[in-house]
């Protein structure tokens, strides 16, 4: 397993995509929201966002409420 591959495992992605809201979660909801959604699409490969989004296809147990409602912003 490649170093890319391991960060694209469901694990590691809800990991980070829930770190990344965590920073976000003080602002107003409407804001964050659209501060995680920038962040996963600036700086998020698009095998990321597409592992992650099939994730939550599957459940998407674990993903934060608000990583969740930013990667529906993206879809």
Same mark, same amino acid.
């Given at each position: 397993m490649s170093v890319t591959d391991h960060a694209e495992t469901p694990a590691s992605l809800v990991r980070m995509a829930n770190q990344? +809201?965590?920073h976000a979660e003080h602002k107003p909801h409407d804001i964050a929201v659209g501060l995680v959604a920038d962040h996963l699409r600036d700086f998020w490969a698009p095998s990321m966002r *597409?592992? *992650?989004? +099939?994730?939550?296809d599957s459940g998407g147990q674990g993903l934060s409420p608000l990583a969740l409602e930013s990667l529906d912003r993206l879809r």
């Open positions: 990344i +809201a965590g *597409l592992r *992650l989004t +099939a994730y939550v």
